[in-house]
């Protein structure tokens, strides 16, 4: 059974930093995009940032360019998301995702100011 259980939110100050990480199993790590999306209270679930399959390449959404880093341990079928400089607005319920299908049950990092 595919599983992709997040960890590494909590409450942080304006201006900190969090790594959240997402263990993946149950399927080929390597075979799909991966990536985090989050979502606000009252607000719609958004793309943060993936691995694309074909390409590798990483993207991000331009709220958080230049201050959170996608990055991949394929030996432990885990990926991470490094947040720095965050902020009140990041705060959300972050989700990780498999294949724009498979999601974890989320880790809810919140910012205070």
């Known amino acids: 059974e595919a599983q992709l259980v997040e960890s590494g939110g909590g409450l942080v100050q304006a201006g900190g930093s969090l790594r959240l990480s997402c263990v993946v199993s149950?399927?080929?790590?390597?075979?799909?995009?991966i990536g985090w999306f989050r979502q606000a209270p009252g607000q719609e679930r958004e793309g943060v940032s993936c691995?694309?399959?074909?390409?590798?390449?990483?993207y991000y959404a331009d709220s958080v360019k230049g201050r959170f880093t996608i990055s991949r341990d394929n030996a432990k079928n885990t990926v991470y998301l490094q947040m720095n400089s965050l902020s009140p607005m990041d705060t959300a319920v972050y989700y990780c995702?498999?294949?724009?299908?498979?999601w974890g049950k989320g880790t809810l990092v919140t910012v205070s100011s």
């Open positions: 995702n498999y294949a724009f299908y498979y």
């Open positions: 149950g399927f080929t790590f390597d075979d799909f995009a």
């Open positions: 691995f694309a399959k074909t390409d590798r390449m990483t």
